[in-house]
Every structure is written in structure tokens, then in C-alpha cells.
């Protein structure tokens, strides 16, 4: 991910916008506006560290004159109380930036985490964990960059890049053949290479997906042994994914299933933030 992009500048643009306002007054009234100072990035919890490098463009971003050095690197598993990194400029300017930068850091480095812990737990086995579309509007493309510092993988970044017939457009279209014949239809007339992935509910639905001819068949809520049947049927003819009702403790029993992926929502919606603290302190000449 490009930390310096300008989809990135316009994220810390706004959460400036959104946290400064007006100013800084609790800064501005008690220290001297010339005033410089040193901080400290320090981990609190063991876990896999997210966010160094955008911690970096965005102290840029906010006042080119802070250095900020980063000591490790993103996807480093790190133990408690190891030192992130340091900054030095602006007292003002870092104690402006520091609670935006550690909001962002704690969470992605808490999704990274959790990634890394499922990813742990399916470790010997060829399937590929992915994130989802429950991500955290306005953040999803650093939410979904963080899963990839955890060893995950990306399903889609939105509703653009892939075509995903959930059990409401199915539904909603008439069934599996009718909705895959239509989106075929659909992407030829418009010039659009996009895959087509088919939710399915029982193993009548996964013959007729096949019979449709998709890209991706998804095992909702099957269990490890209807996984293996559905793995069967498909035979290889296209990609397979479970998800829906995996827990910690059965996902390593769907992964020795052979499915090709499994989805976890719950790698962005549900993590706990890794703690991280940014000590600043006047600099004295």
C-alpha cells in the first residue's frame, strides 16, 4: 500500500479536519509554539506491528520538519515493551498527530495480530485465509492491507473487482442459473473481466452452480463433512471457499478439508487493539 498516495493524504487530511478543528488549544495555550520534542513509540502488548510506515507519511503529511524512524518493519512480530521507533520536531506537531497515528496503529496492528493467530492455526495446510467487506467505512484499504501483514489475504476490495451472488441476489434474480446467465451477460455487453463467485446453501446448489459454470463456489455454513462433499462435487472445476458459523476452534478442521479459502470477517470487524503508547517529552536545547 502506498502510505503517500493521494487517496492516503485525503484519510489524514479529513482526520485532521475532524480532530483539530479550529486548533490544538489544549497545546497552543500551554506551551510555547517553538517549543521541540522527542517522543517515544513503544509496544505494550506482544502482537504483529501495522502501521510504522504510515505513521511515518503521516507525520510528513502533518509537518515535514518531524523525523519520525521506524526500528522494525510492518509484519513484525514484536514482544512487549520493545521500541517502535522515535520522532523528534515540533512538540506541537507531534502531540497534534500522536493520538490519529496510535488510533490507526493499535487497530491495524490488532487485525494483523489476529490475522497472524488464524493464520497459526491452519499452519500445514494449503488454504488461503481472506478478509471481507466488514471493515471499518473510510478505513477498509488500511484494514485490508493490515489482514496481508498477517499473512491473509484480500478477497475483494469492494463491490468492483468481483462479482459475489449472495443468497439475496439469487434470490432476487430467480436462482443460481438465472443470476450467473445474467451476470455473463451483463460483464460481456460491458467489457468488465471479473470473476464470478456463487454463495451456496446445500450441496443442489453447489450441482447448479457447477452447471453454471462460476469461478468460485462459497460453502455457506456447511459443515467440515458437507465441505468434503461439496469439495468433491466440484472436483476441481473451480475454486472453493468456506465461510460462515468457523469459529478458532473448527477452523483448522475446515482447512484440512482442502476448501482453497476460507473468509473470516471477523479479522476486521471483531479484534482487540494492540496497545501502543507515544511518550513525548519537551526537548532541551
Not at 54 to 74: C, G, R, S, T
Not at 179 to 195: D, Q, S, W
Request: with cysteine; proline share 1%; hydrophobic share 40%.
Amino acid at each position: 500500500m502506498d502510505f503517500r498516495s493521494s487517496e492516503a493524504f485525503d484519510c489524514y487530511d479529513r482526520w485532521l479536519r475532524e480532530d483539530v478543528g479550529n486548533g490544538d488549544y489544549s497545546s497552543l495555550s500551554s506551551i510555547p509554539e517553538d517549543s521541540l520534542g522527542e517522543s517515544t513509540l513503544i509496544l505494550k502488548d506482544d502482537g504483529v506491528v501495522a502501521g510504522l510506515e504510515m505513521a511515518i507519511a503521516f507525520f510528513e503529511f502533518l509537518d515535514p520538519h518531524v523525523e519520525f524512524v521506524a526500528f522494525y518493519q510492518d509484519g513484525d512480530f514484536l514482544k512487549k515493551g520493545t521500541i517502535l521507533g522515535t520522532a523528534n520536531g515540533s512538540l506541537h506537531s507531534l502531540l497534534k498527530g500522536e493520538r490519529l497515528m496510535l488510533n490507526l496503529m493499535q487497530r491495524l496492528s490488532g487485525i494483523a495480530t489476529q490475522t497472524r493467530n488464524i493464520v497459526e492455526l491452519v499452519k500445514g495446510t494449503s488454504v488461503k485465509i481472506l478478509d471481507t467487506r466488514k471493515t471499518t467505512p473510510g478505513l477498509r484499504m488500511f484494514e485490508k492491507w493490515a489482514v496481508t501483514q498477517g499473512g491473509g489475504y484480500n478477497h475483494r476490495m469492494g463491490l468492483y473487482d468481483m462479482v459475489m451472488l449472495k443468497d439475496n441476489h439469487l434470490d432476487s434474480a430467480g436462482g443460481i442459473t438465472t443470476a450467473v446467465a445474467h451476470t455473463k451477460k451483463y460483464l460481456n455487453e460491458h467489457g468488465l473481466n471479473l470473476k464470478i463467485e456463487v454463495e451456496t446453501r446445500n450441496l443442489d446448489e453447489v450441482k447448479e452452480a457447477l452447471k453454471a459454470g462460476v469461478d468460485r463456489i462459497m460453502f455457506d455454513n456447511f459443515t467440515p463433512e458437507l465441505t468434503i462433499q461439496g469439495i468433491k462435487l466440484v472436483n476441481g472445476l473451480c475454486e472453493t471457499e468456506s465461510s460462515g458459523g468457523i469459529t478458532l476452534d473448527t477452523i483448522a478442521e475446515y482447512a484440512r478439508t482442502g476448501v482453497d479459502f476460507i473468509s473470516v470477517g471477523s479479522i476486521t470487524h471483531s479484534v482487540k487493539a494492540l496497545d501502543i503508547s507515544f511518550k513525548t517529552k519537551i526537548k532541551l536545547e
